[in-house]
């Protein structure tokens, strides 16, 4: 765990910087494709009034997002870097923005989500996606109420680069069908991407 948050902090760290786009700093291909992930979050789940976990939140780009769309939901950004979060503040303040591994530690205590969100926090090649993919998809069953939506770089991505980590859609569909009553994935909309909805009901 140590040898990916420092893979993490190398990465991304130096990039926060207050002049930058928010996708220049997650290391995006540009605002238009990390948009398109927001909204198949949006398309696909009733966001409006519900309470939002925005796990790997970055520098709160799904907060501004839902407030330029007026989408109207109790929006909390986790992340593990804790400049990642001073930035979410500052770019961001109507959201509540939490540092903390989620993995390691509950700042939560007994509140629960009803939806989870991840958008990108699996790509960075860091030895042990798998591992965490599956790791996070049982945290994040503890912590919801509803629904859990992760978007992950595919395999069959003509364009695959070292420093990411490309993902079995049919793998991650079995593993996370064991888990949760009710797995889909939609794709289509980007080249190298698809995104896995989990619901907690039938």
């Known amino acids: 765990m140590k040898d990916s948050l420092r893979r993490l902090k190398e990465h991304y760290e130096p990039r926060i910087r207050p002049e930058s786009m928010g996708y220049e700093i997650l290391d995006w291909e540009d605002q238009e494709s990390q948009f398109c992930r927001f909204e198949v979050l949006a398309r696909r789940i009733d966001i409006s009034g519900k309470s939002l976990l925005d796990l790997g939140c970055g520098v709160g780009d799904l907060c501004s997002y839902l407030q330029q769309r007026g989408i109207e939901a109790s929006y909390t950004g986790v992340d593990i870097l804790e400049k990642m979060i001073l930035?979410?503040?500052?770019?961001?303040?109507?959201?509540?923005?939490?540092?903390?591994?989620?993995?390691?530690?509950?700042?939560?205590?007994?509140?629960?989500?009803?939806?989870?969100?991840?958008?990108?926090?699996?790509?960075?090649?860091?030895?042990?996606?798998?591992?965490?993919?599956?790791?996070?998809?049982?945290?994040?069953?503890?912590?919801?109420?509803?629904?859990?939506?992760?978007?992950?770089?595919?395999?069959?991505?003509?364009?695959?680069?070292?420093?990411?980590?490309?993902?079995?859609?049919?793998?991650?569909?079995?593993?996370?069908?064991?888990?949760?009553?009710?797995?889909?994935?939609?794709?289509?909309?980007?080249?190298n991407d698809f995104t896995l909805i989990c619901r907690q009901e039938s």
């Open 87 to 191: 930035e979410a503040r500052r770019r961001c303040p109507p959201g509540r923005f939490i540092q903390a591994d989620l993995l390691r530690e509950n700042p939560f205590g007994d509140e629960r989500f009803q939806i989870a969100f991840c958008s990108g926090i699996f790509n960075l090649e860091t030895g042990n996606n798998e591992k965490l993919l599956d790791d996070y998809l049982k945290r994040l069953q503890e912590l919801t109420t509803e629904t859990v939506v992760i978007n992950l770089l595919s395999i069959v991505s003509r364009d695959q680069q070292d420093r990411y980590h490309y993902f079995d859609p049919e793998s991650v569909l079995k593993r996370a069908g064991g888990l949760y009553p009710r797995v889909e994935i939609e794709s289509g909309y980007l080249s």
